[in-house]
């Protein structure tokens, strides 16, 4: 009986980090896709919607205690990326992995934002 209460207490947890999960996958599907170039009339749709996915993900996605893990590997991934894409190094080899680049800030930026407000938050309660 225990073991079910147990069950029934992961699934709703599961439950309520699947919209999280499905939200990263998704972002990250549609940042490559952006990035690729095959959105046609809908790039600027797909801009928004992985903006508002990412904003999914850092309200969602990251427990309390995933936030550090977090915030140093979107922090590097953010500011590698950036780099990249500023300082052109794909231009020549392969522009599309600068476009990708661009997809994958514009799904990443957001989460660390709000992931980094919630530590700060979290911190200034204590």
């Known amino acids: 009986m225990a073991k079910a209460a147990k069950v029934a207490a992961l699934g709703g947890v599961n ?10 996958l998704v972002g990250v599907v549609l940042a ?20 508002l996915l990412g904003l999914v993900v850092g309200l969602l996605n990251i427990a309390s205690d995933e936030v550090s893990a977090f915030l140093t590997s979107g922090t590097v991934l953010v500011l590698i990326s950036f780099l990249g894409v500023q300082v052109g190094v794909f231009d020549e080899v392969a522009p599309v992995i600068s476009n990708v680049l661009k997809g994958i800030l514009t799904l990443f930026v957001p989460a660390t934002i709000i992931v980094a407000m919630r530590a700060v938050f979290v911190l200034a309660r204590r």
């Open 32 to 51: 490559v896709l952006l990035g690729l170039g095959f959105t046609g009339t809908y790039q600027a749709t797909m801009l928004w919607a992985v903006f």
């Open 15 to 24: 439950k309520a980090n699947l919209l999280g999960s499905w939200s990263f």
